[in-house]
């Protein structure tokens, strides 16, 4: 496997652990913010019905680009500021504008990191590398996920939220190094 390749898988693992520390809760939050049944449903909809357009639109776009590794930082970046919105949330028309700019951020990400992690694949081992993505994304939720429980158990969301934010943007700054990779290269 190439460094950029680890680097991609590292930066990956480090931002969805951030981001699952609150999403196995996501449905306990909405309760919390007075969101009943029909309003959870809709806002986790609205999350990841645009996250899935925009991942299709931009896709296209980012096609043309010769700039994916700047997409893909940018990317982190805005996740993790976008997990800072969460603090922010105090109703269920709220929690759907959150969950609109994190759809935002995933439909910026997801394309361009796909495309950088899979123009570096070695040849003859596609599967096992694809399955470091998969399997570590599997791995790293379901740590994040008993993390959070136990968290929002002894502190509340507020604290996920900071967390998700700090882990989320050492993920950003992580991926900045994807830039130097970037100067030998136009990929």
């Known amino acids: 496997m190439r460094p950029i390749q680890k680097l991609l898988l590292l930066s990956n693992y480090i931002n969805l652990f951030g981001f699952a520390l609150f999403s196995p809760l996501y449905a306990l939050f ?8 029909f309003q959870t ?11 899935g357009v925009l991942i299709i639109v931009l896709g296209k776009l980012e096609d043309g ?3 994916k590794r700047k997409l893909v930082v940018f990317g982190y970046f805005w996740l993790a500021f976008a997990s ?15 969950q609109a700019i994190n759809a935002i951020g995933q439909g910026i990400l997801i394309p361009a990191w796909k495309a950088t992690y899979s123009h570096y694949e070695d040849k003859g081992k596609e599967a096992s590398e ?11 939720t379901a740590v994040a996920a008993v993390i959070g429980g136990y968290l929002v158990k002894l502190y509340g969301f507020h604290i996920i ?11 950003a700054i992580l991926s900045l190094r994807l830039m130097k990779l ?3 290269n136009s990929y």
């Open 161 to 171: 939220f900071i967390l998700m934010f700090i882990i989320q943007f050492s993920a």
């Open 41 to 51: 449903g809709i806002a986790y909809g609205l999350y990841v019905g645009l996250a």
């Open 182 to 184: 970037a100067r030998k």
């Open 130 to 140: 694809w399955s470091f993505f998969d399997g570590g994304n599997m791995i790293f």
């Open 30 to 37: 909405a309760l919390d913010i007075g969101a009943g049944a």
């Open 84 to 98: 800072l919105l969460f603090l922010l949330v105090k109703s269920p028309t709220s929690l759907y504008v959150v």
């Open 65 to 67: 680009s010769k700039h």
